[in-house]
């Protein structure tokens, strides 16, 4: 008998997964998630190739950036009074057919910096209409108690792809160039589009039609009174901007430059933190913890800004491996902390938008850092800007805990 009782414990983090329906959602966005992933690798160093500039991959992710910021507060109006799983269908369509019309330059041999730049932002701009649609999509194909379990199954895919894309990516440009992984990204996003296609989520409680603006305008309304969702999406505005965005501009100069070292390098560092993500997806998964989850989750980033400073700084490649790692299982905690408790604690007719305005607020000063990082790429060594960022975003996240309604938050 008492095996039988601890069984149901010792897989709670898979309990998500007797639902046919998020079983499905999962395939696909775990195939389309190592898709990006490894997209992600290649554009940053094709980009840093086409130019030999990381003010060059700044543009691209900015143009990037933009094209989601563009969309997300939009697809967000859209996905609460809309069918989510018909937006996430155009927009898997949508991105097929750009990162496809991406593969095809690139096999010419023409690829210029501007086609490069145009089509990640119009890449940006159908994913904005998916982000927040599946937000909202998640909570009809899983039950509430199981709600922490699909969040951490997600995030494992998620980090699964950040440790698996990385290397993938790695050896199939270094093999095959990346026109080939470019074309991967593409087929992937067709993947996810059946396993979409095959979903049947329950019907929603869809919002009032009031206009698409008016219904943003609700939105903002709605997280202005909860202060820990303001407080919280406006703290990590200035986080990403200042530690996000250095990291993702100056990484691949880190890894060049400081540690001499090549393409296959840069992706171990985005394996190792993919591992970790995983390790910290499933302890929350099994651990789904319940109380004091607000003072919880801040005093993980402060914990993963500490261990950017490490990273950046470290004389040694392998003890730079190591931080990205933990860097990981802070991450994945952190973030399946956070979704859980967005699609708990928010209304069902309004969480689309919330969703999109947490994303939106979180990004939205993030195209401001990826092009300051590039613009001061030449004042000091990368590892020198990383770890500034990360100081700042230290301070910033200690701030935020001062506050008692994050420290009371369940």
Known sequence: MEAITQAPARARVLRAFQSRDFRRLWTGQAISLLGDTAFLVALGWRTFTLTGSPRSLGFVLTLQGLGLLTTLLVGGALADRYDRRTLMLVSDAARFAIIGALAAVDATGHLSIGALAGIAFAEGLATGFFTPALGGLLPLVVDEGRLGSANALLGMARQASILI??????????????????????????????????????????????????????????????????????????VLMFQWAPIQVLTPKLVHDHFHLGVRAYGLVFSMLGAGMIVGATAFGQLNPRRRRGLVSYLIWMVNSLLVIVFALSPWYSLAVVASFFRGICIGFGVAVWETM?????????????????????????????????????????????????????????????????????
Do not use: K
């Open 342 to 410: 967005l699609m708990e604690l928010v209304p069902q007719h309004m969480l689309s938008r919330v969703v999109s305005l947490d994303w939106f607020g979180a990004l939205g000063l993030t195209p401001f850092g990826l092009l300051a990082a590039g613009a001061v790429s030449d004042l000091a060594g990368p590892g020198t800007i990383i770890a500034l960022g990360a100081c700042i975003s230290l301070l910033l996240v200690a701030a935020g805990l001062s506050s008692r309604q994050i420290r009371a938050i369940q």
């Open 165 to 238: 894309g990385p290397s993938f990516a790695a050896l199939l440009y270094g093999v095959a160039g990346s026109t080939v992984v470019f074309g991967f990204n593409s087929a992937s996003y067709l993947v996810s589009f059946a396993f979409v296609w095959a979903t049947r989520p329950r019907p929603a409680e869809r919002s009032a039609a009031e206009g698409t603006f008016r219904e943003i305008w609700a939105g903002i309304r709605y997280v202005g009174r909860i202060p820990w969702l303001w407080l919280t999406i406006t703290l990590f505005a200035f």
